[in-house]
């Protein structure tokens, strides 16, 4: 069983910054691909970020130059550094991965945690 835990959201001001961190526990033996995404209030699930393995990272025009995606192999774990904050990023922050989790399969699977609130907001 493969879990995603995201921590880091929270209530802070516009101009301000959060941290997000989300990490993979479970029968793991691999992770392609890792990112985030966001769904707002009203309105669809959008990608946020993503990064590879070796590291390539994807960011979204509506936020590149404020946020940035990073991950730690060793750890399983995949990071948003998220810097001047807007209202409009304003929204539930899902981290999601590509993982392997079994020796005996080459077959990877999409998994997601369950969500962190971030909210921008005087």
């Known amino acids: 069983q493969v879990q995603l835990v995201e921590s880091g959201g929270g209530l802070v001001q516009p101009g301000g910054s959060l941290r997000l961190s989300c990490a993979a526990t479970?029968?793991?033996?691999?992770?392609?691909?890792m990112g985030w995404h966001r769904q707002a209030p009203g309105k669809e699930r959008e990608l946020v970020a993503t990064i590879t393995s070796g590291g390539r990272t994807n960011i979204t025009e509506a936020v590149k130059g404020r946020f940035t995606i990073s991950r730690d192999n060793a750890q399983n774990t995949v990071y948003l550094q998220m810097n001047s904050l807007k209202p409009e990023d304003t929204a539930v922050y899902y981290c999601?991965?590509?993982?392997?989790?079994?020796?005996?399969?080459?077959?990877?699977?999409?998994?997601w945690g369950q969500g962190t609130q971030v909210t921008v907001s005087s």
């Open positions: 479970g029968r793991i033996v691999s992770i392609n691909l």
């Open positions: 999601n991965a590509d993982v392997r989790p079994a020796y005996y399969s080459a077959r990877y699977y999409d998994y």
